[in-house]
Structures are given as structure tokens and as C-alpha cells.
């Protein structure tokens, strides 16, 4: 198969940026055989991050599994945000970490960061250990951290599932048929696990600590509620460009 006939098998299955894609697959296939599956993956509907194995964000490279999420560009706002409140000696959480995409840009900004992650998914999991070759748990949200992380979290960055479960029909298909439905669906308003993550930060965050959590523009005032009923000094930010919304909480104590 010529790189022109994978232009045009691209672009009949309906990929917008077929060329670039093309590019892509032609550079990461190792072999003729290679390159025919994974075309026709690409064309089956798999998300082209999960097609090639890596995503790029944030200018990193970030490996990418069968259904685990794939990291989107608007959480480039959250990942810029946590870096700047972010000391060199900070100890960080990256919950719901997914692929572990924020985790692995904030130790790359901040290299003497002590980080830790978690997630529920043993996909994404399996996934994070290999970007980030460190601490990755396994487990439902504050569950899965090791005890003696309470009360000393500066950081806790989280892209937790916010989409409502309604909407979830309504995605594209790369997301809802490709990728863990654990990672898409946030309950009836989208806000079911932002909901238990501010209502157990305090107890997790050091004096001082900061909780980032990336939600809509639409849920953005709900949230800030969530933090300040949980005792967190609330604020929220966003970034017209990448359509990000991002709600940062500190705590009082």
C-alpha cells in the first residue's frame, strides 16, 4: 500500500486529517505487514493515539494502550497549571491518572517532585507504570493511596470522568466504542466523582495544598460549590483556545 492509497483509504473512512495521519502510520509501521494492520485498525474506528501507541502532549511523548484514555489536548491547560503552582520538592498525586499523561509532564517540568498516581482501570494503570516507571496504584480514587500520603499532598491533580451519561451516546465513536467507559462517564450531571474527589481533598491535601481538576465551562460554577462546601478557597480558569475549563481549590489550613 503506497502512501497514496493510504491517504485516500483515510480520508473514504472518514479522517479529517487523513495526509497527516498517513505520515503518521507510514513513519511507525516497521513492516509492510505492519503498516496493513494498522490502517486497517485506523480505519475500523480506533483512535489513531491508540493505533500508533504514544500521544503527544504537551510536547512529550506519552504511550497509549487499547482503552485507555487518550490524552486530550484541552487537558494541556490543566498539566500548565499544575506546573506553575508546582515546587521542585512538592509531593504530587495525579488521580484518575489514565496514562499518566499530567503526572509524567509535571516530573518533567519539576524533576525533584515526589509523584505518586492512581486509577481505578487496571488498563490504564498498566499504562502509567510504563510512562511513569514509579508509583502507580490501583484502586478507587483516595482508596488506592498509600496511607502515609495523608495530609501531605501539595499537589492533586486530577482529570477525573465528567461527561454525563446521557451524553456519552453522543461522543465520538474513537471515545465511546475505543475507550474505558470508566474514564468517559461522570454520572448524571457529569459531576458524580468531582463530587467524592473535593469532598475527601482536605484530608489529603497538606496546609496549603492545591487540588486541579478539569471540568466544562457549563459545570465550572457547580464545582467551585463542591470545593468551597468541602473547605477549599476556590477559583477557576479557562483558555478560549484549547475550550479548557480548569477549577483549583486550596486549602485553608
Same mark, same amino acid.
Given at each position: 500500500?503506497?502512501?497514496?492509497?493510504?491517504? &485516500?483509504? %483515510? =480520508?473514504?473512512?472518514?479522517?479529517?486529517?487523513?495526509?497527516?495521519?498517513?505520515?503518521?502510520?507510514? *513513519?511507525?509501521?516497521?513492516?509492510?505487514?505492519?503498516?496493513?494492520?494498522?490502517?486497517?485498525? @485506523?480505519?475500523?474506528?480506533?483512535?489513531? +493515539?491508540?493505533?500508533?501507541?504514544?500521544? +503527544?502532549?504537551? !510536547?512529550?511523548?506519552?504511550?497509549? +494502550?487499547?482503552?485507555?484514555?487518550?490524552?486530550?489536548?484541552?487537558?494541556?491547560?490543566?498539566?500548565?497549571?499544575?506546573?506553575?503552582?508546582?515546587?521542585?520538592?512538592?509531593?504530587?498525586?495525579? %488521580?484518575?491518572?489514565?496514562?499518566? *499523561?499530567? !503526572?509524567?509532564?509535571? =516530573?518533567? *517540568?519539576?524533576? !525533584?517532585?515526589?509523584?505518586?498516581?492512581?486509577?481505578?482501570?487496571?488498563?490504564?494503570?498498566?499504562?502509567?507504570? =510504563?510512562?511513569?516507571?514509579?508509583?502507580?496504584?490501583?484502586?478507587?480514587?483516595?482508596?488506592?493511596?498509600?496511607?502515609? &500520603? @495523608? !495530609? @501531605?499532598?501539595?499537589?492533586?491533580?486530577?482529570?477525573?470522568?465528567?461527561?454525563?451519561?446521557?451524553?456519552?451516546?453522543?461522543?465520538?465513536?474513537?471515545?465511546?466504542?475505543?475507550? *474505558?467507559?470508566?474514564? &468517559?462517564?461522570?454520572?448524571?450531571?457529569? %459531576?458524580?466523582?468531582?463530587?467524592?474527589?473535593?469532598?475527601?481533598?482536605?484530608?489529603?491535601?497538606?496546609?496549603?495544598?492545591?487540588?486541579?481538576?478539569?471540568?466544562?465551562?457549563?459545570?465550572?460554577?457547580?464545582?467551585?460549590?463542591?470545593? +468551597?462546601?468541602?473547605?477549599?478557597?476556590? =477559583?477557576?480558569?479557562?483558555?478560549?483556545? &484549547?475550550?479548557?475549563?480548569?477549577?483549583?481549590?486550596?486549602? @485553608?489550613?
Amino acid at each position: 500500500m503506497t502512501p497514496s492509497d493510504i491517504v &485516500l483509504t %483515510l =480520508r473514504a473512512a472518514g479522517c479529517v486529517f487523513a495526509e497527516d495521519e498517513a505520515d503518521l502510520i507510514v *513513519a511507525a509501521a516497521t513492516s509492510p505487514a505492519e503498516l496493513d494492520d494498522m490502517v486497517s485498525r @485506523r480505519v475500523s474506528g480506533l483512535p489513531l +493515539e491508540q493505533v500508533l501507541g504514544w500521544a +503527544e502532549f504537551c !510536547g512529550l511523548r506519552i504511550l497509549v +494502550e487499547p482503552t485507555v484514555f487518550v490524552p486530550r489536548r484541552r487537558s494541556e491547560l490543566l498539566a500548565s497549571s499544575a506546573v506553575e503552582i508546582t515546587a521542585e520538592d512538592a509531593t504530587v498525586v495525579d %488521580l484518575c491518572c489514565g496514562t499518566g *499523561a499530567l !503526572g509524567a509532564v509535571l =516530573r518533567a *517540568a519539576r524533576p !525533584g517532585i515526589d509523584l505518586h498516581a492512581a486509577d481505578i482501570d487496571p488498563a490504564a494503570v498498566r499504562c502509567a507504570r =510504563r510512562n511513569l516507571h514509579g508509583q502507580v496504584y490501583e484502586g478507587d480514587l483516595y482508596d488506592a493511596l498509600p496511607d502515609h &500520603l @495523608r !495530609g @501531605r499532598v501539595d499537589v492533586l491533580v486530577v482529570n477525573a470522568p465528567y461527561v454525563p451519561t446521557e451524553a456519552i451516546g453522543t461522543m465520538p465513536p474513537e471515545a465511546r466504542l475505543h475507550e *474505558a467507559r470508566v474514564a &468517559l462517564d461522570g454520572g448524571a450531571d457529569g %459531576l458524580d466523582v468531582h463530587r467524592r474527589v473535593a469532598a475527601d481533598a482536605a484530608a489529603w491535601l497538606a496546609p496549603g495544598g492545591h487540588l486541579l481538576i478539569e471540568t466544562s465551562a457549563r459545570q465550572a460554577p457547580v464545582a467551585v460549590g463542591l470545593f +468551597e462546601r468541602a473547605g477549599l478557597v476556590a =477559583r477557576t480558569l479557562t483558555d478560549d483556545d &484549547l475550550g479548557a475549563t480548569v477549577v483549583i481549590g486550596t486549602s @485553608r489550613r
